[in-house]
């Protein structure tokens, strides 16, 4: 199934891939990030996005995402919408992602939620096709 993104240009010549999606039915933005291992969800949006507060810890550190080391969590997403393509109860990390938006911000760009990672990418088979500016994703047969 074909997901439209559209390329954000950043500062110094890079870009990002923002997809729309929703979280439980709740409208949500996505970075795609082909060097992040899991995807995730920004702590600081749980509540706009209709999520439960059962949250998990997670006594392992994450890096990335422009520091060295952050506390995460993980939670199980009900159901996560990117386009039509539907992932239903998939345990995303939840990690703090206000620096990412608070470079949007002064980017004047849109808020993000999330990030989508290597784990759905891989899973499903994903393809990122740039001059038509959308992700392929293959819906698994077996649930």
């Known amino acids: 199934m074909k997901i439209p993104f559209e390329i954000i240009k950043m500062e110094g010549g890079g870009s ?8 439980n039915g709740n409208p949500a933005n996505f970075i795609i990030d082909t060097g992040a ?14 999520l439960h507060k059962e ?9 990335g995402l422009g520091t060295n080391s952050m506390e995460s969590s993980t939670i199980v997403l ?13 345990e995303i990390a939840v990690l703090d992602l206000s620096h990412v938006n608070e470079a949007y911000a002064q980017l004047k760009l849109p808020v993000i939620n999330g990030v989508i ?12 096709n740039y001059p038509e500016k959308y992700v392929r994703l293959i819906r698994k047969i077996n649930p």
Do not use: Q, Y
């Open 117 to 128: 990672g290597g784990d759905v990418l891989m899973k499903h088979k994903g393809i990122i």
């Open 55 to 63: 949250i998990i810890p997670n006594e392992i550190l994450s890096a």
């Open 37 to 50: 291992s899991r995807t995730v969800i920004d702590k600081n949006h749980l509540v706009e996005l209709g």
């Open 16 to 23: 990002h891939l923002l997809v729309k999606g929703e979280v």
């Open 78 to 90: 009900k159901k996560i919408s990117l386009g039509k393509f539907i992932i239903k109860n998939f």
